[in-house]
C-alpha cells in the first residue's frame, strides 16, 4: 500500500481545543496512519512541509453543483481552492425526483445550475445517487434532498395548496431520500414554486424526518426585513420535525436592515439553541449575494403558474402591477430601499446574445440603456427574453455584519457557488476559501486562522455527519491540504470574477495526490450518504 509521509509541517488539525504543532504526517492507502513528531517510514515518498500549515482538506457545504459535477473538467475550480468535500441539493433544488410536471425545471436552473452534461433525467433520487456513484468526482460530494424539486414533481408550478393525496405523496418522496441515506432536506423559500409552501405544508412533509437525526437547511422566506421572522419560522419547521437547524447564507440585505434586523435574528438563533435546540449558520465571505432575478420577484406578484406570468409579463398591465407590488410590498414580500435594490444589482448571467451587453452592468443602469423610464419594464423584457432565466449578483451586505456572523461560534464557512456558463461569475465560486484565508485572517484578523481551519473542516464535517473526516486524526480519511498562507491568492473578483484560486501547493484527496502546481492530477473522490 502506498505511503507518503509530510514532514516538517505545522499541523492544524481542524479543532479549536488543540493548538497548532510542528510534526509528521503519514498518510497510506486512503487513511492518515500516523502523526506526530517524527515518524520514520523508510518505503513512504516523502514531503518537506517546512514553512508550509498541514490541515484537513476544506468542505464546502453549499454549491449548485448538482449538475456540473458530471462534466469531465469539474474540479480545477475546487481542488485550487482546497477543497476536498462539497455538497449538493441546497436551496431547495435537487433534480430528483423528476416526473412528468417537472419539465420546467432545466430552464428555470440554467442561471444558477447551468446546463446537463447528458439531458439525463433521474426519476428517483436513488437513480440520481447511482449516476453519482459511477461518475468520476474530483472530490467527495453529498446531496440533501431539495424539497422544491418534490413539490415540482408533485405539482409543478401550480401555486395553489397540496391536497391531502398530494401531501402524502411529498411524503413518500422525503421517505425515499430517508431511505437512501441522505443526511437531510433543504428548502428554498424564495424559489419557485417553494415560495407557494406554507410553513404548516412543510411541517407535513417533513414528518417522516421525526427521531431520525437529521438536518433541516432553509434558504429561509426572507433575509431583509423580515429576517428574525424567516428564523422563528425555520425554528417552528425544524423544531416540528425533529431536525437539527443549519439556516444557509445568513446575512441581512439592504442598508436598512444592517446591524439592528441581524442582531434580532441572532437574538432568535441564540435563545434556540439556549433551549437546547441544534442551530447553526453558514455565511458566504463576500458582501454581495448571487442569485437570480425571478427569485426576487415579490410573492404578491407571483399568483399563478410562472409559465403564465412570463407569457404575459411584458403586457402595460402586468408591468404596472409588477411595479405596484415592488412598490407596495404585501405581507410576504421582502422590503428594501428600492432605489439601493436597482443600483446595487448587477446583471450575471444571460443566453440571449442581444442581452450580453447587460452582463456586469446594474438593473438601473440597463433600464436606462434600455431606453425606458424606469427598471420595472426592463425587468419584465429582460425575463421575458430570457425565458426567466437571468442570473444576478446583488451588492447589498454590510462587510460589518460579515464579520460578526463570521465570530458567531456556531457559524460555518461555505461558498453558495452558482455554476451558471458566464464570463461574469460571482467571485465566491472561485475564490471563498482563499478569501477567507487572505482577507479575514490575514488582513482585517477578524478570524485567526485556527478558527478559521475549524470553520472550513471540522464545523461542516460535524454538521452535515461526515465520519472520519474534517480533522487530522489517526485513522481518519487521508483528505489533506499542504500551502503557505503567505502565498494562498483569491485571485478572483466582482470585476474579474473567472480567475483560479493559487498557492495551494498539495491537495491529498483520500490519500491521493489530486492537486499540485496548480494542476488537477486525478479524481479521488467519493460518495457520501
Avoid at 337 to 351: E, K, Y
Amino acid at each position: 500500500m502506498e505511503a507518503t509521509l509530510i514532514q516538517n509541517g505545522l499541523l492544524y488539525d481542524g479543532t479549536l481545543e488543540n493548538p497548532p504543532v510542528t510534526g509528521d504526517l503519514l498518510i497510506r492507502g486512503d487513511r492518515i496512519a500516523a502523526m506526530g513528531p517524527h515518524i520514520d517510514c523508510p518505503d513512504a515518498q516523502v514531503i518537506d512541509a517546512c514553512g508550509r500549515a498541514v490541515t484537513p482538506g476544506f468542505i464546502d457545504v453549499h454549491r449548485h453543483a448538482d449538475l456540473a459535477v458530471f462534466f469531465d473538467d469539474f474540479g480545477s475550480v475546487e481542488l485550487s481552492q482546497g477543497l476536498t468535500t462539497i455538497g449538493m441539493g441546497v436551496c431547495g433544488f435537487s433534480f430528483a425526483p423528476y416526473t412528468k410536471k417537472s419539465q420546467g425545471l432545466y430552464p428555470y436552473v440554467l442561471s444558477t445550475h447551468g446546463p446537463s452534461a447528458d439531458n439525463a433525467r433521474y426519476v428517483s433520487m436513488s437513480s440520481y445517487l447511482e449516476a453519482l456513484r459511477t461518475a468520476p468526482r474530483a472530490v467527495n460530494v453529498s446531496t440533501l434532498q431539495g424539497l422544491g424539486a418534490i413539490r415540482l414533481a408533485v405539482k409543478g408550478y401550480d401555486p395553489s395548496p397540496f391536497t391531502k393525496k398530494e401531501l402524502d405523496t411529498a411524503r413518500g418522496y422525503v421517505q425515499e431520500a430517508i431511505d437512501c441515506g441522505l443526511r437531510g432536506m433543504s428548502t428554498g423559500l424564495v424559489y419557485l414554486p417553494e415560495v407557494y409552501t406554507s410553513t404548516e405544508e412543510l411541517e407535513a412533509i417533513l414528518a417522516p424526518c421525526k427521531g431520525r437525526d437529521l438536518l433541516y437547511m432553509p434558504h429561509m422566506r426572507d433575509e431583509a426585513s423580515r429576517l428574525a421572522e424567516a428564523v422563528e419560522e425555520s425554528i417552528r419547521i425544524a423544531r416540528s420535525a425533529g431536525m437539527a437547524l443549519g439556516i444557509s447564507h445568513f446575512k441581512a440585505l439592504g442598508p436598512d436592515n444592517w446591524h439592528e434586523t441581524l442582531e434580532r435574528a441572532i437574538e432568535k438563533i441564540e435563545q434556540a439553541r439556549a433551549d437546547g435546540m441544534d442551530v447553526s449558520v453558514d455565511f458566504y465571505p463576500y458582501h454581495g449575494t448571487a442569485t437570480t432575478l425571478a427569485s426576487i420577484l415579490p410573492a404578491s406578484f407571483l399568483t399563478e403558474d410562472f409559465g403564465r406570468i412570463l407569457a404575459n409579463i411584458t403586457t402595460p398591465e402586468s408591468i404596472d402591477r409588477l411595479r405596484r407590488c415592488y412598490r407596495t410590498p404585501g405581507p410576504k414580500d421582502e422590503i428594501m430601499d428600492l432605489a439601493f435594490r436597482w443600483s446595487h444589482a448587477m446583471i450575471s448571467g444571460v443566453t440571449q446574445p442581444e442581452n450580453q451587453r447587460y452582463l456586469g452592468k446594474t438593473v438601473h443602469e440597463c433600464a436606462q440603456m434600455a431606453g425606458y423610464e424606469d427598471e420595472y419594464p426592463f425587468i419584465a423584457n429582460l425575463l421575458a427574453s430570457e425565458n426567466g432565466s437571468v442570473g444576478m449578483v446583488g451588492l447589498n451586505i454590510s462587510p460589518e455584519d460579515i464579520n460578526r456572523i463570521a465570530k458567531l461560534p456556531y457559524s460555518m464557512v461555505i461558498s453558495d457557488s452558482l455554476y451558471n456558463h458566464t464570463d461574469t461569475p460571482h467571485p465566491r465560486i472561485y475564490a471563498s476559501f482563499p478569501h477567507i484565508l487572505r482577507h479575514y485572517v490575514g488582513e482585517t484578523h477578524v478570524l485567526t486562522m485556527q478558527q478559521a481551519i475549524h470553520k472550513m473542516t471540522q464545523l461542516p464535517a460535524q454538521r452535515m455527519r461526515y465520519r472520519h473526516r474534517g480533522t487530522l486524526a489517526v485513522g481518519n480519511y487521508a483528505d489533506v491540504l499542504v500551502f503557505d498562507p503567505a502565498r494562498i491568492g483569491d485571485n478572483a473578483t466582482f470585476d474579474h470574477g473567472k480567475r483560479l484560486s493559487t498557492g495551494m501547493d498539495l491537495v491529498f484527496v483520500n490519500g491521493q495526490l489530486a492537486w499540485k502546481d496548480e494542476t488537477r492530477l486525478c479524481r479521488a473522490g467519493v460518495l457520501l450518504h
